[in-house]
């Protein structure tokens, strides 16, 4: 029987990074084994990995020689980074030098890539639509991520480009859940009028990677983008409202209200939405459920979902 290869996965203890362990780890007949890389290897996340399975090892992805170290010797390398953690664009092109440079060094046969579009491309900086944020970005936690894609081919890594999309966990992660109004009913609040937004359950992002990795060498050198659903915020709200068994109500605003609301992260996340809203049809297109379906049979739907949560979503 042919050795299992190695996928070394960052943020192996994060959303993105478990989903994708997870999913080689539960399959018995997997031609891979997972190396978790983590910055404690000694957290919960990692102790649960390790008992799955996996090699938990140390890794740091604002070091370049502990990412060449934990990739050594890998097959794939799935490479994500978390903006939230620090909300520093530089800081984000950064860290994705280092994975493509450690994913070089360690020769990595197939890297796949967790980044974003570029809205400048739609929204130049000189286009008054939505503000400029950081001098010289639109959505910086997008085009951060799309500004770092050129260091992987420039270094020739071969490597897919996976566009992911908004996920459902942010209804308990991120206060997007449903909050009580001054009137006592239950609003969740979103500028993104009746535009689909294209969302998934983030385990299901690593369900699709795993998916990718299968395919060998089919989809390196091109841009992917995944999606559980392309969801209205009414229809949204019709789920949960349905599963929690309490009236939930889109409560649209507007891009700038939204961006007003002064929450770390609001003006970025302002327009995003503004973004996926004004260019609904592209950007669902770049996400299509059909492809997403192909890699990973199993996609859940937000209902399933909000079932399977129900009791994690907060009523704040």
Known sequence: MAEKRIIAITGATGAQGGGLARAILNDKNSPFKVRAITRDVNSDKAKELKKLGADVVQGNIDEEESIKKAFEGAYGAYCVTFYWAHMSPEREISNAHNLAKAAKHAGIKHAIWSTFEDTRKKVPLSDNRMPTLNGKYKVPHFDAKAEADHYFTDLGVPTTFLLTSFYWENL?????????????????????????????????????????????????????????????????????????????????????????????????????????????????????????????????????????????????
């Open 172 to 316: 308990i992660y991120f206060g997007e859940g449903p909050k009580k109004g001054p009137d006592g009913k239950y609003y969740i609040t979103f500028p993104m009028g009746d535009k689909k937004l294209p969302s998934l359950t983030s385990e299901d992002i690593g369900k699709c990677a795993y998916g990718l990795f299968k395919l060998e060498n089919e989809f390196i050198g091109k841009t992917v983008g995944v999606a559980g659903e392309h969801l209205t915020m009414n229809k949204m709200a019709d789920s949960l409202t349905k599963v929690l068994g309490v009236d939930i109500i889109y409560n649209e605003v507007t891009p700038d209200m939204f961006r007003s609301f002064g929450f770390p992260g609001a003006d970025d996340l302002g327009n995003m939405f503004q973004y996926n809203r004004d260019f609904e049809e592209d950007f669902c297109n770049l996400r299509n459920l059909d492809f997403s379906r192909s890699l990973n049979p199993d996609l859940m739907s937000f209902e399933k979902w909000v079932i399977n949560n129900k009791n994690r979503i907060p009523l704040q």
